[in-house]
């Protein structure tokens, strides 16, 4: 049978040229086929020049046209933690006054406990996986709903605001379970704290005890990853569910689905993984000659996994940087302080620069490559005491406000067409029947 499948699936790389399909949606220079409008995000790392040519620029992230730099350095300098802001302003296009943001943290908090239903759910469940665990208690979600399948902007509303709210909840308790279930450890499940913000609640629900910078770190990550246009295959997929008017839990949980898959969401842990492989194997930290040879071998397949890949370097759209990394080690430098580990940190950083460096030496291709939100996440996460289960978990936790911001635009704003783009049979030969006996 499996080889069976394997013939059957096997199509020559030729054809893609000759029939000019957009593999994985991408034009030949790379960029993404255009296939929709938004005014929710925009991910900047190019330019077309006159002749029709990407040209390399400084990568740029608008939440609602408003420069992601701007809004986390804004937050950053009146010392405030400002991912219910951010909800907001991607949810309604607007940043709220002080009324309004009073007003919504209040909606977020009275919606952040979870149902003894889904609580008790969520405690009988077995499994390992987090992000599993929080797909099936979305799922459950509709089952509680009486107006699950209502798709009124009034009740998206609700129904987008219910979510992003229960998140954290569900990811806090189905750790603790998973960790009592597999580890042996005591069972902890905390009620939220209705004087704690967003990031606040999740820590104290899940460890309990943390810093302020913690608090604050965790905060602005979650804000870099709220939200990053309509073409990452989570959001994409949320679009495309969205599109066939199936309802909210349904299209949210296939968005974690695609969210779960290594190529999307869970490469900060790879990252994680690579980045204590090179603690390990490579002498001198401040070594720019070793660190630059074994980035070569890793290039070419005789170091660490051999694949070649360099985790946390490289991106679909940005090129020269990634603004969601640059701000994010503005603050892991602080914290990397805090926890005693400045020389990590720094070491992080000179592999940041080298690898930059020797993936155009060895690759040679023209390519322009920086360092992504993933190379400095997942160190993050580590300094923040968070375990290695829930840091795609977490990813959904911030991305749950783009994805359903987007199938709010989606429902209302997109002409309410299904998403249906084509696919080209390549069998020329019409096949006859032949009857079970003569096979």
Do not use: C
Not at 314 to 341: F, M, N, Q
């Amino acid at each position: 049978m499996a080889d069976t499948i394997k013939t059957s699936s096997k199509i020559d790389n030729k054809l893609f040229n000759k029939y000019d399909v957009k593999r994985g949606l991408r034009n030949e220079d790379g960029s993404g086929v255009l296939v929709g409008l938004t005014r929710i995000g925009n991910v900047v790392g190019y330019e077309r020049t006159k002749d029709g040519k990407l040209k390399p620029i400084p990568g740029k992230l608008f939440y609602r046209g408003y420069d992601i730099e701007d809004l986390v350095h804004g937050l950053m300098a009146e010392k405030r933690l400002g991912f219910e802001e951010i909800a907001y302003l991607l949810l309604s296009g607007s940043l709220p006054d002080s009324d309004e943001l009073k007003q919504f943290r209040e909606l977020i908090y009275e919606n952040m406990p979870l149902t003894h239903e889904t609580t008790m759910s969520i405690l009988r469940l077995r499994g390992s996986n987090i992000m599993n665990i929080l797909a099936r208690s979305v799922l459950e979600m509709y089952t509680y709903d009486d107006k699950a399948d209502e798709l009124t902007r009034d009740n998206e509303m609700k129904q987008s605001i219910e979510l992003i709210s229960r998140f954290p909840t569900i990811i806090a308790y189905a750790y603790n379970v998973v960790r009592h279930n597999s580890k042996g450890r005591s069972l902890h499940i905390r009620h939220p704290n209705p004087e704690m913000s967003f990031a606040e609640n999740f820590l104290y629900m899940l460890k309990k005890d943390y810093t302020e910078l913690d608090a604050r770190t965790l905060d602005i990550l979650l804000i870099l990853q709220a939200e990053h246009g309509g073409g990452n295959n989570s959001t994409f997929t949320v679009r495309v569910t969205s599109s066939s008017q199936t309802d909210i839990y349904s299209s949210i949980a296939a968005g974690i689905g695609s969210l779960k898959g290594p190529l999307h969401g869970g490469a900060n842990i790879q990252v994680v993984d690579m980045f204590s492989h090179l603690k390990e194997n490579i002498q001198n930290w401040k070594d720019i000659e070793e660190i630059d040879a074994y980035f070569t071998r890793i290039l070419k397949k005789e170091a660490y996994n051999k694949t070649g890949l360099i985790y946390g370097i490289g991106h679909a759209v940005y090129t020269i940087s990634d603004p969601r990394a640059l701000l994010l080690r503005e603050i892991a430098r602080e914290l990397a302080k805090e926890k005693g580990r400045s020389e990590e940190f720094e070491f992080l950083e000179l592999l940041e620069e080298r690898a930059v460096r020797v993936f155009a030496e060895v690759k040679n291709n023209g390519k322009t490559v920086s360092s992504n939100v993933d190379f400095y996440s997942g160190f993050v996460y580590e300094l923040i005491g968070l375990p290695i289960e829930i840091y795609t978990p977490l990813f959904a936790m911030a991305r749950i406000v783009g994805w359903t911001a987007h199938r709010n635009e989606e429902l209302n704003f997109a002409g309410k067409r299904i998403i249906r783009p084509a696919y080209k049979n390549i069998i020329s030969d019409i096949a006859e029947y032949i009857p079970i006996k003569e096979r």
